[in-house]
């Protein structure tokens, strides 16, 4: 068996990585799941190693996923927020990298409001660079995580009828997704308000249908997005209850889907709005189990690339 | 290991190899009893092959079964920010909680004693043990720690631009042990 080896500095995205590499990614969590278990849920393996978790948008689930697996792997991480950053006291994102990088990291977590901005920081410092979400562009963890979850269940990608409800357009998650779950030979299909679709999206190799019942026929994974209600202002769709009659997933709604379907979401969840609480708690539902996998997909990839960090060194 | 192998020759073939772990399991069973409490734990990656027919013999000399450990030590390796490529990590495997248990570590062959280190450290986090002992098919000298084997099947003297390879049937198709020269690559 040839060994697969990690050679990037930064996981920016899903786009760019190769079937390998994500397998890699998979694979290595699948180890690293074991440590959660233990009595004692740390290994030394990044002792030494300092990680900074750079939120510039709010974040409860993500860094609190990241920041246990740094603990996990013994790194010394550090967190910087907006609110508390010297952002707000008129900083360009270009001097707080450069300070940051003065301090020498290894690894830098970084979430931003607008996309390419990890990318940027990734060119500007030593420090491997992870994307944590980057507007609506990419957030590579979470996908792998989906994936990861998925495998778990399915024993594999390739072949896999994935549909992916709600807001397309505004969704970082959905972009990953697609990245990977195409590379990985999965079938993707998209459903969701016509004012939530984004334009051209066909040339990414995905279906789009846009209604429910079409996206539930045949699936074997269903993938709800959370509404973002803090958008409504923009009138996306005329109101929360025609939303849920349309596209929420009920018991009923889901009598359509396959008998081992499996229902994701990424949260944070709007009860009885994309999703009513009886499948969100139900027998299908893996959303906790994707929070579990998150650590361990996030040891993974900040052992990967801190260990690569070494041959640019 | 980086380069390449040659081999120079072979130290054992598979009868040597088969007499050396039944003599193995028979000390092992001497000092410690048949008990329940008796745990093998093999190190990958051909320290699971190697307490796989340790635990075989044992089985036959008792005539009771005996689960196997396996235990990855790549979390704990010494060396994580010296080498180039990481190794994968593989998970490990205990069949069940260690505490108070007398485990025979497993490994093909003891040289630097770093493995085996780690393979402690490793061994602590998951409970403490009444007691851990050390078991190799080969001893080639030239530690770098203080760690000595209590079983060695066989002790071996190799030059530092040599390798002592261990091959096991199941997984290699054959047991062997062979002398190998390394050729160091270009660089």
């Known amino acids: ?313 | 290991m980086s380069g390449e192998l040659r081999l120079k020759k072979t130290l054992f073939d598979d009868q040597q190899m088969r007499r050396i772990v039944r003599r193995m399991a028979g000390q092992i069973v001497e000092r410690n009893g048949g008990g329940d409490d008796l745990m093998l734990v093999g190190i990958r990656t051909r320290g699971v092959p190697f307490a796989e027919s340790l635990a075989a013999e044992i089985e036959r000399l008792e005539g009771k079964p005996l689960e196997i450990g396996i235990l990855d030590i790549t979390l704990y390796r010494d060396d994580f920010s010296t080498i180039a490529a990481q190794p994968v990590v593989k998970e490990t495997r205990l069949p069940g909680p260690i505490d108070d248990q007398t485990l025979v570590l497993c490994d093909d062959v003891l040289y630097t004693g770093r493995t085996v280190r780690a393979a402690l450290d490793a061994l602590i986090d998951y409970g403490r043990p009444r007691s851990v002992q050390l078991a190799v098919m080969i001893d080639r000298g030239d530690r770098e720690l203080p760690i000595q084997a209590d079983y060695i099947g066989k002790t071996v003297s190799a030059a530092a631009d040599e390798s002592v390879e261990v091959r096991f049937a199941s997984t290699d198709g054959t047991d062997t042990v062979m002398l190998m020269a390394i050729k160091r690559n270009h660089g």
């Open chain 1, 1 to 313: 068996m040839a060994e697969a080896i990690w050679t990037r500095k930064d996981l920016v995205g899903i786009a760019g990585l190769s079937p390998a590499e994500i397998q890699l990614i998979l694979d290595t969590a699948d180890s690293f799941r074991e440590v959660s278990q233990r009595p004692i849920k740390k290994v030394p393996t990044l002792r030494g190693k300092t990680v900074v978790n750079l939120f510039f948008e709010s974040s409860t689930r993500t860094r609190s996923s990241f920041e246990i697996a740094e603990k996990r792997l013994s790194a010394d991480s550090l967190n910087f927020s907006s609110a508390s950053s010297s952002l707000s006291k008129g900083e360009t994102l270009v001097d707080t990298a450069l300070n940051l990088q003065a301090m020498a990291p290894d690894l830098i977590v970084i979430r931003h409001a607008h996309p390419g901005v990890p990318h940027m920081l990734a060119d500007r410092v030593e420090a491997g660079v992870i994307n944590a979400g980057d507007g609506a562009h990419e957030h590579p963890t979470q996908a792998l995580l989906d994936a990861f979850t998925i495998r778990q269940h399915k024993g594999r990608l390739e072949g896999l009828k994935v549909s992916i409800v709600g807001d397309i357009e505004h969704s970082r998650v959905v972009r990953s997704n697609i990245h990977l779950l195409t590379t990985m030979g999965a079938q993707v299909t998209l459903a969701g308000p016509r004012t939530m679709m984004p334009v051209a999206v066909d040339k990414m190799g995905v279906r789009t249908v846009y209604n429910l019942d079409d996206a539930l026929a045949g699936a074997d994974v269903i993938m709800m997005l959370r509404v973002q209600l803090e958008r409504q202002s923009r009138l996306l769709f005329p109101s929360v209850k025609e939303y849920f009659t349309l596209f929420g997933l009920t018991r009923e709604r889901l009598k359509r889907a396959k008998r081992d379907v499996i229902i994701m979401h990424p949260g944070p969840m709007n009860r009885g709005v994309e999703i009513a609480s009886e499948v969100a708690d139900g027998r299908y539902s893996v959303i906790l189990e994707q929070v579990a996998n998150g650590v361990a997909v996030r040891m993974a990839v900040l052992y990967l690339l801190a260990g690569a960090q070494q041959e640019a060194a």
